[in-house]
C-alpha cells in the first residue's frame, strides 16, 4: 500500500535552514509528481510546492518562492523541502502528498498524503 | 492569482440532514476542482476530483457539480462519521489554491 513518511521538522530559529524529507513506498515513486501542503495549527491548508515525476517542472507559492527548494531522488523513492531563511508565519505542520495522475502534467488531485511533519519558527 | 472563497466558514447539521458547500473561484477554472475531508489530526482525504468523480472509496452520499466558477459539495445524508473539515482546491495552474475551509458538525 502507499505509504510516504515525513522526516526533518523540529524548532529552528527565524533566519536559519531546515530540510525535509519524505520516505515513498508502495508505488512507483518516479511515475508521479509530488507535492508539500503545509497546515498552520488550528488553520488552513496550504499548497506549498511541486514536482514533476522527473524533476525537470518546479511551482512555488509565492511565500515561499526563493526561499525553498523542492527536489526529488527518484533512485531513493524521496522528496525533499529544502527551507532557507525561515520565517515565524512558516510553522505549520508540513505534509507531502502525491498526485492521484502519473505523467507529465504536475500539480492535479492529491491521492495520498503523509501523516505530517511540524516546522516551528521561533527564536 | 484566483482566489478559493468557500461557504459557510461552519455548519451544525442533524445526522440524516443534507449539507451542501458551497465554492467560488474568482476566475474560471473549468472543472479543475478537487473537494478534500480532513478530520482532526488526520491528512486531508481525497473526496471529490475534476469536480463531479467520486474518489474511489468514497461513500455515494458525497457527490460535486459545479463548472467554471461556482462549485458544490453535497453530502446527501449526513452521517456521524462525516464531521470533519471540508476544502476545496483548484488545481488548473499553479499555485493550487485552496479554500478556507468548511467545518461540519452534527447538532
Known amino acids: 500500500q502507499v505509504q510516504l513518511v515525513e522526516s526533518g521538522g523540529g524548532v529552528v530559529q527565524p533566519g536559519r535552514s531546515l530540510r525535509l524529507s519524505c520516505a515513498a513506498s508502495?508505488?512507483?515513486?518516479?511515475?508521479?509528481?509530488m507535492n508539500w501542503v503545509r497546515q498552520t495549527p488550528g488553520k488552513g491548508l496550504e499548497w506549498v510546492a511541486v514536482i514533476s515525476y522527473d524533476g525537470s517542472k518546479r511551482n512555488y507559492a509565492d511565500s515561499v518562492k526563493g526561499r525553498f527548494t523542492i527536489s526529488r531522488d527518484n533512485s531513493k523513492n524521496t522528496l525533499s523541502l529544502q527551507m532557507n531563511s525561515l520565517k515565524p508565519e512558516d510553522t505549520a505542520v508540513y505534509y507531502c502528498a502525491k498526485d492521484r495522475v502519473g505523467g507529465g502534467v504536475a500539480g492535479r488531485e492529491m491521492d495520498f498524503w503523509g501523516q505530517g511533519t511540524l516546522v516551528t519558527v521561533s527564536s | 492569482d484566483i482566489q478559493m472563497t468557500q461557504s459557510p466558514s461552519s455548519l451544525s447539521a442533524s445526522v440524516g440532514d443534507r449539507v451542501t458547500i458551497t465554492c467560488r473561484a474568482s476566475?474560471?477554472?473549468?472543472?479543475?476542482l478537487v473537494w478534500y475531508q480532513q478530520k482532526p489530526g488526520k491528512a486531508p482525504n481525497l473526496l471529490i476530483y475534476a469536480a463531479s468523480i467520486l474518489q474511489s472509496g468514497v461513500p455515494s452520499r458525497f457527490s460535486g457539480s459545479g463548472s467554471g466558477t461556482d462549485f458544490t459539495l453535497t453530502i446527501s445524508s449526513l452521517q456521524p462519521e462525516d464531521v470533519a473539515t471540508y476544502y476545496c482546491?483548484?488545481?488548473?495552474?499553479?499555485?493550487?489554491?485552496f479554500g478556507g475551509g468548511t467545518k461540519v458538525e452534527i447538532k
Open positions: 482546491q483548484k488545481y488548473n495552474t499553479a499555485p493550487l489554491t
Open positions: 476566475q474560471g477554472i473549468s472543472n479543475f
Open positions: 508502495g508505488f512507483t515513486f518516479s511515475d508521479y509528481g
